[in-house]
Nanobody, 124 residues
Framework: QVQLVESGGATVQAGDSLRLSCAAS????????MGWFRQAPGKEREFVAA????????YYSDSAKGRFTISRDNAENTLHLQMNGLKPEDSGVYLC?????????????????WGQGTQVTVSS
């Protein structure tokens, strides 16, 4: 059974930093990638970042590139997202996801496993 639990969301000011975590209870043998997506009210789920599990290659959306860093902690099976220079448009529910698929890491439809999400609100 796969379980993903996010934490670290908060209300912050523009320019602040946050570090999100996702504790994963998952068999990593077949795991191909894990990612972070963002969901704002009335908007489609948006790709933020992903990491390929076997070689730690990372992928970022244009808006996240240069400000966010995705990483993993092998020992604790935890995924992190370090977010710096936050902007109001970064606000939303951040969801952690996992997939056994090996293509299309930016597509939320490729991920069968999801956490419940953690709220990030950035005020101007």
């Amino acid at each position: 059974q796969v379980q993903l639990v996010e934490s670290g969301g908060a209300t912050v000011q523009a320019g602040d930093s946050l570090r999100l975590s996702c504790a994963a209870s998952i068999d990593t043998f077949d795991l191909m990638a894990m990612g972070w997506f963002r969901q704002a009210p009335g908007k489609e789920r948006e790709f933020v970042a992903a990491i390929r599990w076997f070689d730690e290659r990372t992928y970022y959306s244009d808006s996240a590139k240069g400000r966010f860093t995705i990483s993993r902690d092998n020992a604790e099976n935890t995924l992190h997202l370090q977010m710096n220079g936050l902007k109001p448009e970064d606000s939303g529910v951040y969801l952690c996801a996992a997939t056994n698929d090996d293509v299309g890491f930016h597509l939320y439809t490729r991920y069968p496993y999801w956490g419940q999400g953690t709220q990030v609100t950035v005020s101007s």
